[in-house]
């Protein structure tokens, strides 16, 4: 266990002075919010929710898979390799300092809602909504997980997270309704992983509810997030690709 807490402390603290991630991860939400409030203010009950969604998007497939390139290009997983460490602590590690930064960026996009913009938010919807948040972050840390194993520099890894980031942030109902969407992509966006946590989130956060058909959202969720952990475990290495 106290070898567990220190790479925690000293995962938390690696990632905390990196510039990067506190820019993307802790400012550019909140500028994100500022920017949608200025424009679509009366929308923001609607919008707020599929923020938190949508930057836990970016955080799982930008993020979270080039902090993991980073390390191996640093060489920082080849010396935790040769140390007695359990390769468990490693994942568990890396898995719960994404897990508090995915959290502090919801509770930022929250706060922000609730205090700029009144979006109704109670104790027990937030509750509910947190186990959401969270089970969405696994989710796409683990389709963050492919990209990093499948590529070999980070800056790939980064181009082509935020290409997947931006091709769903229009269409899985974070931003824009998906009435909105022609008639044979709103039949194609239900099957897209953004799409389910986005109405479990919406419904918890506004409603103190679950969304109508949980059951299947959930499912879907629960199958992208384990089927893409088995190939990311397949394709993880400690060392850069040659």
Do not use: C
Request: charged share 10%.
């Amino acid at each position: 266990m106290k070898r567990f807490l220190i790479l925690t402390k000293a995962m938390t603290l690696m990632h905390l002075r990196n510039g990067y991630v506190l820019f993307w991860n802790f400012a550019f939400p909140v500028l994100l919010m500022f920017i949608y409030g200025a424009i679509m203010s009366q929308f923001m009950d609607y919008m707020t929710p599929g923020v938190i969604v949508l930057n836990a998007l970016s955080f799982g497939l930008v993020s979270s898979s080039t902090m993991m390139l980073e390390m191996r290009e640093k060489s920082v997983l080849r010396r935790l390799q040769a140390t007695p460490l359990p390769a468990g602590h490693l994942v568990g590690s890396y898995l719960l300092v994404n897990i508090i930064i995915g959290i502090l960026q919801s509770t930022l996009i929250i706060a922000t809602g609730a205090l700029l913009y009144k979006v109704p938010v109670s104790a027990a919807s937030l509750l509910l909504a947190y186990p959401m948040i969270l089970a969405g972050l696994l989710a796409f840390m683990a389709l963050g997980g492919i990209i990093s194993g499948a590529v070999a520099k980070s800056g790939a890894a980064s181009a082509i997270g935020m290409t997947v980031y931006f091709s769903l942030m229009f269409i899985s109902d974070m931003i824009f309704p998906l009435d909105m969407l022609p008639g044979w992509l709103q039949n194609v966006v239900p099957y897209l992983p953004a799409y389910p946590v986005t109405q479990l989130v919406r419904s918890a956060l506004l409603d103190a509810s679950l969304d109508a058909n949980w059951v299947s959202h959930f499912v879907l969720l629960v199958t992208y997030g384990a089927g893409a952990m088995l190939i990311a475990a397949k394709l993880f290495r400690w060392e850069p690709k040659a």
